[in-house]
């Protein structure tokens, strides 16, 4: 056994997988609590598992592993051959972030939303895919999380929203249908160096008109005070500079109601996760409803995400809700079949 500040490791004898997550988990609850002096603070556990194999593996490697194992949700984590790929894969990303930059492999994909009572095209969300020459398609999913770990993600999305700006200026250019686009923005830059004059200097070389900003309540989950209300005046500022601000994912988390006081909101964007519930209970539709009221009440557009079908489509109507986003309209589409969209759906 060997110890240092923040880790413990252990050797054990070989026992069978689920009898080592029992074990484990009772051993990590058992020391989960530290008295200090004559308080008694909480010291959150977690352990990662690698066996040493047949064939064997090197015992350093073994540690790597177990250490790559134990950063997961669950409190015991096991490294399996899927992990092994997902780490490889990881660092395969990092090491082509920079040049699939340079390169242009990543694209913005629109997606169509609706006015559901006119069933037009009144805006797009933005959402950017990367198409990389070595590791084929990804979707966000795969990357955001680890860009906004490494800060990759701060030239990112300064990149996507130069693409949706000028995007939009050239469709005026060319007399095309023009509607408001929303980018998203990743929490990140309520905490980035510069992040304002980056963002004044695109709004003095394109504009903000038509432009709308995507930002989650986890951009203002900051224990911190100073950090929160910073976050806080960030947006003020964006807000001040013309960009209109989305509450994404609203619903979806906490729900804190007191961002609503504190933000300068344009639209409430409700999650398709509050949608899903509402469909099988009759309190989560009176939620649901509520939703809509507050949103409105507060001067909000609002609108819904992930309409899959037209029995999620009546219930929104008939919470009040006025727009849509969803497959039901159109799934995040190339740019050019989204300009060819628009000319008969806008
Ligand atoms: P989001 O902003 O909440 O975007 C909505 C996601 O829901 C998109 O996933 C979209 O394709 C998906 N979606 C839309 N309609 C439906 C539907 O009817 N059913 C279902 N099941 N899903 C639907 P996507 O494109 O995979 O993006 C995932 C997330 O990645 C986005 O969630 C956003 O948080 C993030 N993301 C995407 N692009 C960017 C970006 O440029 N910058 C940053 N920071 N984050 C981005
Ligand atoms: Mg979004
Ligand atoms: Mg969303």
Known sequence: MRSDAAEIVCLTHPVTRDELEVRLAALLRANEYLEVGDMLVRVPLEAGVCYLGDPPIDIKRAFNNADIAAHGEQTVRFFTGELQKETVLTSRMESLQQTALDRREFHI?????????????????????????????????????????NGFISQLDFYNLEHVMQFQREAKEKGLPVVPI????????????????????????????????????TAFDFTDRAIREHSLDVVAALHAMGFAIDMDDFGSGYS???????????????????????????????????????????????????????????????????????????????????????????
């Not at 933005?126 to 070595?134: C, G, K, N, Y």
């Not at 990140?188 to 510069?194: D, P, S, T």
């Not at 509520?290 to 109507?317: F, N, P, S, W």
């Not at 989204?338 to 008969?344: C, P, Q, S, V």
């Open 256 to 346: 804190d109601l007191s961002l609503l006081n504190q933000l300068p909101l344009d639209v409430m964007k409700i999650d398709r996760s509050l949608l899903l519930a509402s469909e099988g209970s009759e309190r989560m539709c009176v939620v649901l409803r509520q939703m809509v009221d507050l949103g409105h009440a507060l001067g909000m557009k609002v609108i819904c995400e992930g309409i899959e079908t037209t029995a999620q489509e009546e219930l929104l109507i008939d919470c009040g809700c006025e727009y849509g986003q969803g497959y039901l309209y159109g799934k995040p589409m190339k740019r050019a079949d989204f300009e060819e969209f628009l000319k008969t759906h806008a």
């Open 109 to 149: 994909w629109y997606q169509p939303k609706y006015d559901l009572l006119t069933r037009k095209c009144i805006g797009a969300e933005a959402l950017v895919r990367w198409q990389s020459a070595e590791l084929g398609f990804l979707p966000p999913g795969k990357f955001i999380s680890l860009f906004e770990g």
């Open 182 to 217: 929303s980018v998203n923005q990743s929490r990140v830059h309520m905490r980035e160096q510069g992040y304002l004059e980056k963002m004044k200097a695109l709004v003095d070389t394109y504009t903000t008109k038509g432009i709308e900003l995507e930002l989650t309540e």
